[in-house]
């Protein structure tokens, strides 16, 4: 078993930045990768970026250039910058045992935490 607990949400000016932690607990050792993926009220929920445990990341292309994911042993940071209004969403961390995962199906994660609230206002 994995617990997320995922931080740094807040509101912010469009143009703005913020950086969500998510400190990661448990079986660590058995997942392979860890992700941050976004919803917004009356959306699904998308993915945002991953990294895997060589340090690989992925992003989506809604936020390639502004969002930069890292990672320490037991936690990973996602930088945000040039925020906008239409980043606005709930922030959760993720991690996944499966060696198939993906950032476009949230189905290959197994793991998720509570989530964290991120508003961009214009």
């Known amino acids: 078993q994995v617990e997320l607990v995922e931080s740094g949400g807040g509101s912010v000016q469009a143009g703005g930045s913020l950086t969500l932690t998510c400190v990661a607990s448990?079986?660590?050792?058995?997942?392979?990768?860890m992700a941050w993926f976004r919803q917004a009220p009356g959306k699904e929920r998308e993915g945002v970026a991953t990294?895997?445990?060589?340090?690989n990341t992925k992003y989506a292309d809604s936020v390639k250039g502004r969002f930069t994911l890292s990672r320490g042993s037991a936690k990973n940071t996602l930088q945000m910058n040039s925020l906008k209004p239409e980043d606005t969403a709930m922030y959760y961390c993720?991690?996944?045992?499966?060696?198939?995962?993906?950032?476009?199906?949230?189905?290959?994660?197994?793991?998720w935490g509570q989530g964290t609230q991120v508003t961009v206002s214009s």
């Open positions: 993720a991690a996944s045992s499966y060696m198939g995962w993906s950032l476009t199906h949230d189905a290959t994660w197994d793991y």
């Open positions: 448990g079986s660590i050792d058995s997942t392979y990768a």
């Open positions: 990294i895997d445990n060589d340090g």
